[in-house]
């Protein structure tokens, strides 16, 4: 634990699929802390999955994925459905569903 993997999209639509890191070692995740910047309530619809194959459909990290809406201290998500990444894995985002206006979404990975 203590291990940071920070990354941020600018600009984030409704159908982002953007590789984020491939890992040659077993990771396990321990915590996600995820924020938007933007206005009008925004609101961002999305999912982190893991997998050797990039062009499958991967593992979720946490099934049916995760809606956030926090613009201020961020959402800590602490609890998984499949936190353990096996060595030699892709990392990847997909958002599913957005509202209002949607500048930034920023999610660190703690593993």
Not at 45 to 51: E, K, N, P
Not at 55 to 69: F, I, L, Y
Not at 88 to 94: A, P, Q
Request: charged residues 15%; neutral net charge; proline residues 4%.
């Amino acid at each position: 634990t203590g291990n940071l993997r920070p990354f941020s999209i600018d600009l984030p639509t409704n159908a982002e699929n953007a590789t984020l890191f491939f890992t040659p070692i077993a990771l396990t995740i321990t915590q996600l802390r995820v924020v938007l910047r933007g206005t009008s309530s925004p609101s961002m619809t999305w999912t982190l999955r893991h997998g050797a194959d990039r062009s499958a459909a991967g593992t979720e990290v946490n099934t049916g994925g995760k809606t956030t809406t926090n613009t201020t201290t961020g959402e800590n998500i602490t609890s998984f459905d499949s936190a353990a990444i096996a060595a030699n894995s892709w990392v990847w985002l997909k958002t599913s569903a957005s509202a209002g206006v949607i500048n930034e979404i920023s999610i660190t990975i703690v593993f």
